[in-house]
């Protein structure tokens, strides 16, 4: 028999709803192999066995009672710990947070449990997002499930591998210059970065207003699909909630894509490691044997968006911290400490142009999608590198090299998504990421999932 945790939620949600698997059943499994060998890869900084068990034995009622809530009733997700749950502890990958418990639930984490979510536990993440490696001296760098000698990007780090260690069914990631989609790469799992506003971040703690998204992480498209029905719709105690229709997104998953325009940037063909090329270039041949129409474009505008993403996050995330740097400086973890204090040095003239650099990305997407359905790329120019001892010095350079492949679509609000793009010669996955027109996401998990079934071939 295949082993619970292996399987999706969209494998596993048809044995609950017909009562062939109990959610406790499914629950203790995960459970006990989070008790197993999370201690190796420290996804998690605070396993809720109790409260998961309480609602697995809720959700296991309820389905007996025939009050079967949908597909998410009965599945384990653990939760990025920059969410906020409350009650139990919401450190933000931190020491200065690691005894906060929130008084409030985060909206989307609410709608998650609302649809009988099983809370797993909090899981482990670069201190309040600022980093892409997942190192956390605090509660243990997050190693690599695919080899434990390596990084798992982050900063959803916990979030990418525990899916790919098989110690959650489904997570939740924030994403402000590529924090969902570089673990999602890294691991070799499905991570989407929805437009901005689409999913609220209501709860969420911030690194940079402006730039924050929230999206689900998953081992497959449909997954993807089905947590971005619950997450997503209008929250008017976020700001920056967005009114917009809501379709189904599991409705085109089934549909080819022959005929389909996929503009690849120029842009993102520099200055990739040889695997990378290589499985990029397969990729797109793969995309025009199911019919796609592939062409080059040109958008010399994204090299705004490195400069754009930078000082707009440091600067934000400055604002935010302005306190805590002055108080508590000796308190973070001396790569973000770095990170966070460049954006305290930044000019309101610098900040401002960053902001209409922004604004002009945002024209020249636009017009690109004029002519393309898409915009595919790889997700990061590099192949997953080996957890280094000068930890603070190698997240500064792996966010140097990939902040440019990933801040464009934080930049533009236009939504993401990073699928499994194959193996590369040191033995672990990398991605790709498929970015659309804002609102685009149906047509991206289409072209995922189109993409995802040539893996299984």
């Not at 990378?276 to 129409?293: D, M, S």
Request: proline share 6%; with cysteine; hydrophobic share 40%.
């Amino acid at each position: 028999m295949t082993e619970l945790h292996t399987l999706t939620a969209s494998e596993l949600a048809p044995l609950l709803e017909s009562k062939q698997l109990s959610p406790v059943e499914l629950t203790e499994a995960i459970l006990n192999r989070i008790d197993q060998i999370d201690s190796s890869i420290h996804s998690y900084i605070t396993p809720l066995h109790e409260i998961a068990l309480q609602q697995a034995k809720s959700a296991e009622a309820e389905i007996a009672n025939g009050l079967y809530k949908g597909p998410l009733h009965g599945i384990p997700i653990g939760i990025k710990d920059n969410f906020d749950t409350k009650g139990v502890r919401t450190t933000v990958g931190s020491k200065i947070l690691a005894e906060q418990i929130p008084e409030q639930t985060a909206t989307a984490v609410e709608k998650l449990l609302g649809a009988g979510g099983i809370m797993l536990g909090k899981l482990n993440m670069h201190e309040f997002g600022g980093g892409l490696t997942n190192t956390n001296p605090v509660y243990g760098h997050t190693r690599n499930p695919w080899n434990l000698h390596y990084v798992p990007g982050g900063s959803s780090g916990g979030s990418g591998a525990a899916l790919a260690a098989g110690l959650a069914t489904l997570t939740t990631g924030t994403d402000t210059f590529g924090s969902i989609r570089v673990p999602a790469a890294m691991c070799g799992i499905y991570g989407l970065k929805p437009t901005y506003g689409l999913v609220s971040t209501k709860g969420v703690a911030p690194l940079a207003w402006s730039l924050d998204h929230a999206g689900p992480m998953t081992r497959s498209c449909s997954d993807i699909a089905i947590m971005l029905d619950y997450m997503a719709g209008y929250d008017p105690r976020d700001p920056a909630s967005i009114k917009a229709p809501l379709p189904d997104y599991r409705s085109q998953l089934n549909k080819d894509i022959k005929g389909l325009k996929i503009g690849v940037p120029s842009y993102f063909l520099d200055g990739l490691d040889p695997d990378i090329e290589k499985l990029f270039h397969n990729a797109i041949r793969t995309f025009e044997q199911l019919g796609a129409k592939v062409t080059e474009v040109s958008i010399p505008e994204l090299t705004l968006s490195t400069f754009a993403g930078y000082v707009i996050t440091t600067g934000e995330a400055a604002t935010y911290h302005f306190n805590w740097l002055q108080e508590h400086l000796d308190d973070y973890a001396r790569d973000v400490r770095i990170f966070f204090q460049a954006g305290a040095i930044t000019t309101t003239p610098q900040y401002v142009r960053a902001q209409q650099a922004r604004r002009t990305l945002v024209k020249a997407f636009k017009k690109a999608f004029e002519h393309v359905d898409i915009l595919a790329a790889p997700t990061i120019p590099i192949t997953t590198p080996r957890h280094e001892d000068n930890w603070v010095e190698q997240n500064l350079e792996i966010t140097r090299r990939c902040m440019p492949f990933t801040s464009p679509a934080n930049a533009t609000g236009t939504p993401s998504l990073s699928v499994p793009m194959g193996l590369c010669s040191n033995g672990l996955p990398t991605g790709m990421q498929l970015i659309g027109n804002h609102l685009s996401e149906k047509l991206l998990l289409q072209i995922g999932h189109a993409w995802e079934q040539t893996l299984k071939n």
